[in-house]
């Protein structure tokens, strides 16, 4: 174990009765000198008379040897189980010869026990500490603090203070000032639903907590002060899919009087230095690939382009509608897309496995995965009869397929092309494994629609926030056809994940609040949840920019985790519970009554069905 570089502790003031070093500390140089140590039983053998403990605390191990001769402090030490806290003194003794440890920084030495002192003991703990083994992730979020001291996540977290600690100096060093925002606020909306709190002197009013510092990073800039960033907490009760937490850290930043292109060359100035500083991972390319969302989604089907591979998807709807392949035309003729990939080295698939592969493209929306073998003498596969010699030859070269390789088609509304062929390509990464995890593949992805349709509800819906400044070009179109607009958005991408999303925003309270009209907003709304802003920006607004790196999800990817909950000391649970704490949980009356608050008994009902008892007052 070797959590960090700097493992000296000896900085502790004389007198310190528990340590006078580190358990990560001591060298053979220190053979000889008469130390003091504390920490945790990691491991206790006995061994030819000997006890032998591995002291554990966060900079290390260190064995300590307990003889026989010292019967009071041998006694003692029988007693030992792991986890007791203990603190011990003896010499620094160099190990016999063939005992080192190479693996271990302090494996040259051991301390000769002459005093132990136990400072706590400890039951036994629900699962072990000292040892990677598989562990029900409930169990280990109920105890937090034992899961904690195990030596990954106590490396993650380090890791995670040394990365947070790094992005502070880097802004520090051009101009930044680190400024705190409300927790306790009005909503500022990110795309999910807000948490609320009562505010008990104004009986029936609530505070909102904060999805992003959005506002107050905005009104930061209206108030002068150029370069502001802040490790933010983002809190947006959300449904819990996939990898998602009740609240996020994010590196939250804004600049006045900026470009794109500067808040672009500054994150990417910033995230170089931490892979290339902090790990052993390599970029594939600086500077970074940047994409505009229209190529990302022609050249990749999604807006996350893991660019680490390719398997590139091509266009085939020209050939398609000239073809005697119905389900093609079709597509083409109702105002979708027919496009394809090539991939190679898949043998000859069988029945059993094409039909896996179309189950994976359906997830995508897909009613249907065409497919098409390139042989020595042409195509081969149930469609290859609908298509000629020429548009054969058409198809390979518009996939860029070679012989042997399967081509798989998608003919749907661009949406679900996109989607089904994202997910397929996806899925070759995995099974040919066409991705290098010790590169980072980082790329820009610029120039999103300002606005997207919501099929659901029915509405048009801002891409990302409605903050954000369209396109100098396109500010006509937002009275035509605002669905065009073109905004000054960017995301950052790393093997397909998005790790950071921004924009230049809008700066002048007309444009504001025509953006919030096209979205539905009415002036009364949009003076009411956005009058702050409205206003300030009537007082002479800076053009502005910005952009909110996630953290948890930067740590997760440069410690290979699979989710962000490794990466956090206190996630909540998969249900958004916090186990250890358990919250949420009911409260008193008495509390519910200074916040003039009744709970409404829960029935079978449907949250739709009108309240029959009790309802909020
Ligand atoms: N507030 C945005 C978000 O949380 C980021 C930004 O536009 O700076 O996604």
Same mark, same amino acid.
């Given at each position: 174990?070797?959590?960090?570089?700097?493992?000296?502790?000896?900085?502790?003031? +004389?007198?310190?009765?528990?340590? !006078?070093?580190?358990?990560?500390?001591?060298?053979?140089?220190?053979?000889?000198?008469?130390?003091?140590?504390?920490?945790?039983?990691?491991? =206790?053998?006995?061994?030819?008379?000997?006890?032998?403990?591995?002291?554990? #605390?966060?900079?290390?191990?260190?064995?300590?040897?307990?003889?026989?001769? $010292?019967?009071?402090?041998?006694?003692?030490?029988? /007693?030992? =189980?792991?986890?007791?806290?203990?603190?011990?003194?003896?010499?620094?003794? %160099?190990?016999?010869?063939?005992?080192?440890?190479?693996?271990?920084?302090?494996?040259?030495?051991?301390?000769?026990?002459? $005093?132990?002192?136990?400072?706590?003991?400890?039951?036994?703990?629900?699962?072990?500490?000292?040892?990677?083994?598989?562990?029900?992730?409930?169990?280990?979020?109920?105890?937090?603090?034992?899961?904690?001291?195990?030596?990954?996540?106590?490396?993650?977290?380090?890791?995670?203070?040394?990365?947070?600690?790094?992005?502070?100096?880097?802004?520090?060093?051009?101009?930044?000032?680190?400024? /705190?925002?409300?927790?306790?606020?009005? +909503?500022?909306?990110?795309?999910?639903?807000?948490?609320?709190?009562?505010?008990?002197?104004?009986?029936?009013?609530?505070?909102?907590?904060?999805?992003?510092?959005?506002?107050?990073?905005?009104?930061?800039?209206?108030?002068?002060? @150029?370069?502001?960033?802040?490790?933010?907490?983002?809190?947006?009760? *959300?449904?819990?899919?996939?990898?998602?937490?009740?609240?996020?850290?994010?590196?939250?930043?804004?600049?006045?009087?900026?470009?794109?292109? @500067?808040?672009?060359?500054?994150? *990417?100035?910033?995230?170089?230095?931490?892979?290339?500083?902090?790990?052993?991972?390599?970029?594939?390319?600086?500077?970074?690939?940047?994409?505009?969302?229209?190529?990302?989604?022609?050249?990749?089907? !999604?807006?996350?382009?893991?660019?680490?591979?390719?398997?590139?998807?091509?266009?085939?709807? %020209?050939?398609?509608?000239?073809?005697?392949?119905?389900?093609?035309?079709?597509?083409?003729?109702?105002?979708?897309?027919?496009?394809?990939?090539?991939?190679?080295?898949?043998?000859?698939?069988?029945?059993?496995?094409?039909?896996?592969?179309?189950?994976?493209?359906?997830?995508?929306?897909?009613?249907?995965?065409?497919?098409?073998?390139?042989?020595?003498?042409?195509?081969?596969?149930?469609?290859?009869?609908?298509?000629?010699?020429?548009?054969?030859?058409?198809?390979?070269?518009?996939?860029?397929?070679?012989?042997?390789?399967?081509?798989?088609?998608?003919? #749907?509304?661009? $949406?679900?092309?996109?989607?089904?062929?994202?997910?397929?390509?996806?899925?070759?990464?995995?099974?040919?494994?066409?991705?290098?995890?010790?590169?980072?593949?980082?790329?820009?992805?610029?120039?999103?629609?300002?606005?997207?349709?919501?099929?659901? *509800?029915?509405?048009?819906?801002?891409?990302?926030?409605?903050?954000?400044?369209?396109?100098?070009?396109?500010?006509?179109?937002?009275?035509?056809?605002?669905?065009?607009?073109?905004?000054?958005?960017?995301?950052?991408?790393?093997?397909? !994940?998005?790790?950071? +999303?921004?924009?230049?925003?809008?700066?002048?309270? @007309?444009?504001?609040?025509?953006?919030?009209?096209?979205?539905?907003?009415?002036?009364?709304?949009?003076?009411?949840?956005?009058?702050?802003?409205?206003?300030?920006?009537?007082?002479?607004?800076?053009?502005?920019?910005?952009?909110?790196?996630?953290?948890?999800?930067?740590?997760?990817?440069? =410690?290979?985790?699979?989710?962000?909950?490794?990466?956090?000391?206190?996630?909540?649970?998969?249900?958004?519970?916090?186990?250890?704490?358990?919250?949420?949980?009911?409260?008193?009356?008495?509390?519910?009554?200074?916040?003039?608050?009744?709970?409404?008994?829960?029935?079978?009902?449907?949250? %739709?069905?009108?309240?029959?008892?009790?309802?909020?007052?």
């Amino acid at each position: 174990m070797h959590r960090e570089d700097n493992g000296k502790s000896s900085g502790s003031p +004389s007198g310190n009765p528990y340590r !006078t070093h580190t358990a990560g500390e001591l060298r053979a140089k220190n053979v000889g000198e008469r130390v003091r140590l504390a920490g945790w039983v990691n491991r =206790r053998r006995d061994h030819g008379g000997l006890i032998f403990i591995d002291l554990r #605390d966060r900079w290390g191990i260190t064995q300590v040897t307990f003889h026989p001769e $010292a019967a009071e402090v041998f006694a003692a030490a029988e /007693e030992l =189980r792991p986890e007791w806290s203990i603190s011990i003194e003896g010499e620094v003794v %160099e190990r016999p010869e063939g005992n080192e440890n190479p693996e271990l920084p302090t494996g040259e030495i051991e301390v000769s026990a002459t $005093a132990l002192e136990v400072l706590n003991a400890s039951e036994t703990p629900p699962f072990e500490i000292d040892r990677e083994r598989p562990v029900d992730e409930l169990l280990r979020l109920k105890y937090r603090y034992l899961d904690l001291r195990r030596d990954r996540m106590q490396e993650n977290i380090v890791f995670r203070h040394r990365i947070v600690k790094h992005m502070r100096d880097y802004l520090t060093a051009r101009g930044f000032l680190e400024i /705190e925002t409300p927790l306790l606020t009005a +909503s500022t909306p990110e795309g999910a639903r807000d948490y609320l709190v009562p505010a008990r002197l104004y009986p029936g009013e609530f505070y909102a907590l904060p999805q992003s510092p959005q506002q107050f990073k905005q009104l930061l800039m209206v108030a002068g002060f @150029e370069r502001y960033f802040q490790i933010a907490r983002a809190l947006r009760d *959300e449904d819990q899919r996939g990898d998602r937490q009740p609240e996020h850290t994010q590196l939250d930043l804004e600049m006045s009087y900026t470009t794109q292109g @500067e808040i672009l060359d500054l994150v *990417e100035g910033l995230y170089t230095e931490i892979v290339e500083g902090f790990t052993g991972k390599r970029l594939l390319r600086k500077p970074f690939p940047r994409l505009t969302y229209a190529e990302a989604m022609d050249r990749y089907g !999604t807006d996350k382009p893991d660019v680490r591979f390719g398997l590139e998807i091509g266009d085939v709807s %020209e050939i398609a509608r000239g073809s005697e392949f119905k389900v093609f035309r079709g597509a083409v003729e109702s105002g979708g897309s027919v496009r394809g990939i090539a991939v190679g080295g898949l043998g000859d698939l069988s029945r059993r496995e094409i039909g896996e592969l179309e189950s994976i493209a359906a997830t995508g929306g897909a009613r249907g995965l065409a497919y098409l073998k390139v042989g020595p003498d042409g195509l081969s596969g149930p469609i290859a009869k609908f298509f000629s010699a020429e548009e054969g030859e058409a198809l390979k070269e518009a996939l860029g397929a070679k012989e042997s390789d399967y081509m798989f088609f998608v003919a #749907d509304r661009d $949406a679900v092309v996109f989607e089904s062929l994202n997910r397929l390509r996806l899925h070759m990464r995995d099974r040919l494994g066409l991705a290098d995890p010790n590169v980072l593949a980082l790329c820009w992805v610029t120039d999103f629609p300002l606005f997207e349709w919501n099929e659901d *509800e029915g509405r048009i819906e801002p891409m990302h926030h409605m903050f954000t400044m369209p396109r100098e070009e396109d500010l006509p179109l937002l009275d035509t056809d605002p669905l065009k607009v073109i905004g000054q958005l960017y995301d950052l991408v790393a093997n397909g !994940t998005e790790l950071a +999303s921004g924009s230049i925003r809008i700066h002048r309270p @007309e444009l504001q609040q025509k953006v919030f009209s096209t979205v539905n907003i009415l002036p009364e709304e949009a003076e009411r949840r956005f009058g702050a802003m409205l206003e300030a920006f009537r007082y002479g607004a800076p053009p502005h920019g910005g952009i909110a790196p996630g953290v948890d999800r930067l740590i997760m990817l440069l =410690r290979d985790e699979p989710n962000i909950r490794e990466v956090m000391a206190f996630p909540k649970t998969q249900a958004a519970r916090d186990e250890m704490m358990d919250a949420p949980s009911p409260v008193a009356p008495e509390q519910l009554e200074e916040l003039h608050i009744a709970i409404r008994p829960r029935t079978q009902r449907g949250p %739709e069905d009108p309240p029959r008892e009790n309802p909020v007052t």
